[in-house]
C-alpha cells in the first residue's frame, strides 16, 4: 500500500510554531500606564521622560495644525500622523545625527526631528522643490513609491561601511503595507547580504489606505519577515514611546557595531483618514474597531505616567501645545513667502548642464514666464 | 440612456464585462471594498462577489505577475495599478512578460489582460501621482496601449479592451475623471480599439492629438472657426499601434498639421506621428509639421504643473504658426 503523504515533514506544525519568538510584544508602559518592565523603565531620567512627552505634543500640535492648514487650502499633499506620535518620536530620538534617513511620506515629523526645517516640510507638501534643499543634512526626501526607500537605505548603509564610518546607520520606515513590495525584502536581504549598518522600521498603523494588514500577509508578525534574510527583528508596542527607543535605540547600537542590519516593527494605528486628498475611513473600517486604539493612545499613557511623578500637567500640556502652534504658523508664513517655482527652475534641475532641448525650452518659458 | 461622467462611463464597461464572462477579474489595491481610491470600481465587489473583485497585498510587480499567471489558467485579467507612475515597479511584467508571451508560445498561448491605470495631470497630486509615461509603453512590441477622451468611448473602449486577446494598456485620464459626460446608452457596445476617430471636421489644418488634448484642441478649433478657419482634430484613442490612414487622409485635405501631446516632447508617440506623416505623406503638406508637447523635464511638482501642461494656448500659437507659415 502507498504510503500517505505528508507524513515525513510535518509541515503542519511547523507553521504552527514558527511565529513562536515574536509571541510577545516588547513594551514598557502598557495602555493602562502600567509599567510593566521597571528595570527598563528606571533607567530613564525624569528629563528624558519628559523631553519624550514634549515631543509627542509636539507632533500632535504638528498634526492638527497641518490639518488646519490643509482645510484652509495652504498645503497641498498631506499623509495624517495622528495616532503614531510614540511609534516614530520613539524611534527617530534613537538616532543620531551621523545617521542617514530614509523617511516615507507620512514620516514629515522624523524628518523634521533629524534635522529638516518645519518650513521645509510646508514645502515639499505645497510641491516646491525648493523644499528638498538639504544642504548637509543626512536626509532623503520623503518616498512617494512605496518600497524604493527600502533598497536606498541598504544602498546608503552600504556607503557608510564602505567610508568605514564607525558610529553611523541608514535607517529608513515604511508602512505595514510597504512590507509587501518587492523591494522591501530586497532592501532587507542586501543589507544583510553585506552585513550593512542598517535599521528598517516598519510601522504597522494597521492599514494600507482600505486594505487592512492581515489581507498583506498571513504571516502572524511583519517583524518577522526579517527572519528569512538572516535579520534580527523584534516586534514592539508602538503606542508606547518608551519601548520603542529602547528597542529602535538598541537595533542602532547593534547595526552600528558592525552586527548587520535590524529591523523593527512597530504596532500603531493610523486614527484618522490617510491622506489629505479625500480618503474616507467609514468606508472600510468601524467605529468600534477604531476604539481599543484610541484607548492605547500614547499621549493618555504618558501624561498618566507623568502625572504620577508630578512632572506634567494638562495645563502644561496646553500651553506648549499653543507654542508649538504659533511656531508652525510662522512656519506657514515662511513657506507662503517663499518664492513659487517656474517651469524655468525645474528645467534647470533636470541635468547638471541643460541639453540642447532643454536650453531651447528654458528659452520659450523664459520668454512666457517674462510676460 | 443616462448622462455618465468618463469614470462612471468606465465603471458601467467593467459592470458589462464582469456580467458577460464569468472568467474576468478585477484585482489590485483599494479596488475592492473602498472600490478605487477614485471609486472606478465601486459597488462591482458588492455585485459580485470577492472572488471576482478584490484586494491584493500592497505589489504592482505582484498584480501584473498575478494577472500573468491567472491568464495562464484561463482567467480573463483586469488588474488596475493605482497610478501610472507606479506602473515603474512593474515594468517587467509589462515589457518583459505579458507582452511577449504570445511570441514566446509561437502564437499558441495568449495574455487577455486589460491593465487599467489613470494617468495625466492638472489635478494638484502628490508627486508621481500624475505622469505621462505613456512614450515608455508605446514601444513596447505586444503591448497595446489605449486611451479614450469621452465617457462615450471610455465605455466601449474598456469593453473592447477587455474582449481583446492581448494585453492592453488602459490609460484613464485624471483631469477628464469628472469634468466630462455624456449620453452612454444601456447595456454593450463596443469602440475599436484601433482606429483613431475625427473628432471634428475641417479642412484648413489638422491638429492631432489625444485624451485630454483633444478637448484643448477642439477648443482651438472653435476659436479657429469664428475667423472661419476650418480645423481638423484628430483623437488618436489608441497609442500603439497608431491608426495613420486616419491621419494621412485628413493631412492630404488640409496640408497642414500640428501634433500634440500632454506628455513630454523626448521621442514617444508626436515623434511617431510626425515620423510617419514624414515618411509617407510630406509631399502633401505645405507647411513643416508642428509640434506642442510639455517641456523635457521630470514631470513637475503641484505648483507649477499647470503652466508646464500644454494648454489650449500653446495650441492656438502653434496652430497659427503653421497656417501662416
Ligand atoms: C509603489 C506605490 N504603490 C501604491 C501607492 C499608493 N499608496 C499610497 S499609500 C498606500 C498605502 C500604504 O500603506 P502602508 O504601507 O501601510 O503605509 P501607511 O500609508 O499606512 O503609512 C498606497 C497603496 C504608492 N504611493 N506607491
Known sequence: ????????????????????????????????????????????????????????????????????????GRLGFYAPTYGEEASEMGSVSAFKDQDFLFPAYRD???????????????????????????????????????????????????????????????????????????????????????????????????????????????????????????VPSIQVDGMDVLATYIATKEARDFAAAGNGPVLVETLTYRYGAHSSAGDDPSRYRTKEEEKPWFDADPLIRMR????????????????????YKDSFKKSMKEAENTPTQSVVDMLKTTFEEPTPQIKADIARFEAKESK | MAKLTYIKAITDGLDVCLGEDPKTLIFGEDVGKNGGVFRTTQGLQDKYGEDRVFDT?????????????????????????????????????????????????????????????????????????????????????????????????????????????????????????????????????????DTAKVAREGTDITIVAYSAEVNESL?????????????????????????????????????????????????GVGAQVTAEIAEHAIMDLDAPIGRVAAPDSVYPWAQVENDWIPNADDIEAKAREILNY
Not at chain 1, 502600567?34 to 500640535?61: G, P
Not at chain 2, 469664428?226 to 485628413?250: G, H, M, Y
Open chain 1, 1 to 72: 500500500m502507498a504510503k500517505k503523504t505528508g507524513q515525513a515533514i510535518d509541515f503542519a506544525s511547523i507553521k504552527a510554531t514558527m511565529s513562536d519568538p515574536y509571541k510577545k510584544t516588547f513594551q514598557i508602559v502598557d495602555k493602562d500606564a502600567k509599567i510593566v518592565n521597571q528595570e527598563l523603565f528606571d533607567t530613564f531620567s525624569d528629563d528624558q521622560l519628559v523631553d519624550f512627552m514634549k515631543k509627542m505634543v509636539w507632533e500632535r500640535a504638528l498634526h492638527e495644525q497641518t490639518m488646519n492648514f490643509s482645510r484652509q
Open chain 1, 108 to 230: 514629515l515629523p522624523e524628518l523634521i526631528q533629524h534635522g529638516a526645517s518645519v518650513t521645509q516640510g510646508f514645502l515639499w507638501s505645497k510641491g516646491n522643490a525648493v523644499g528638498d534643499d538639504y544642504g548637509d543634512q543626512r536626509n532623503w526626501f520623503p518616498q512617494i513609491i512605496i518600497g524604493a526607500q527600502y533598497v536606498e537605505a541598504a544602498g546608503a548603509a552600504l556607503g557608510i561601511k564602505k567610508n568605514g564610518e564607525k558610529d553611523a546607520v541608514s535607517f529608513v520606515y515604511t508602512g505595514d503595507g510597504g512590507t509587501s513590495q518587492g523591494d522591501f525584502y530586497e532592501g532587507v536581504n542586501f543589507a544583510s547580504s553585506f552585513q550593512a549598518p542598517a535599521v528598517f522600521m516598519v510601522q504597522n498603523n494597521g492599514w494600507a489606505i482600505s486594505v487592512p494588514r492581515k489581507k498583506q500577509t498571513a504571516a502572524e508578525t511583519l517583524a518577522q519577515k526579517a527572519v528569512a534574510s538572516g
Open chain 1, 304 to 323: 498618566k505616567v507623568l502625572g504620577d511623578k508630578g512632572l506634567w500637567s494638562q495645563d502644561q500640556e496646553d500651553k506648549l501645545t499653543e507654542e
Open chain 2, 57 to 193: 497585498p500592497l505589489a504592482e510587480s505582484g498584480i501584473l505577475g498575478l494577472a500573468i499567471g491567472l491568464a495562464a489558467t484561463g482567467w480573463r485579467p483586469l488588474p488596475e495599478i493605482q497610478f501610472m507612475g507606479f506602473t515603474f515597479e512593474a515594468v517587467d511584467s509589462l515589457g518583459g512578460q505579458m507582452s511577449r508571451e504570445r511570441f514566446r508560445f509561437s502564437g499558441k498561448r495568449s495574455m487577455p489582460i486589460t491593465v487599467r491605470t489613470p494617468f495625466g495631470g492638472g489635478t494638484h497630486t502628490a508627486e508621481m501621482h500624475a505622469d505621462n509615461l505613456e512614450n515608455y509603453y508605446v514601444g513596447t512590441p505586444g503591448l497595446r496601449v489605449v486611451t479614450p477622451a469621452n465617457p462615450y468611448d471610455a465605455k466601449g473602449m474598456i469593453i473592447s479592451a477587455v474582449e481583446n486577446n492581448d494585453p492592453v494598456l488602459f490609460l484613464e485620464n485624471l483631469k477628464l475623471y469628472r469634468s466630462m459626460k455624456d449620453e452612454i446608452p444601456e447595456g454593450k457596445y463596443t469602440v475599436p480599439l
Open chain 2, 219 to 267: 477648443k482651438v478649433a472653435d476659436k479657429l472657426a469664428k475667423e472661419n478657419i476650418s480645423a481638423e482634430v484628430i483623437d488618436l484613442r489608441s497609442l500603439s499601434p497608431i491608426d495613420t490612414d486616419t491621419i494621412f487622409k485628413s493631412v492630404e485635405k488640409t496640408h497642414k498639421v500640428v501634433v500634440v501631446q500632454e506628455a513630454q516632447k523626448m521621442a
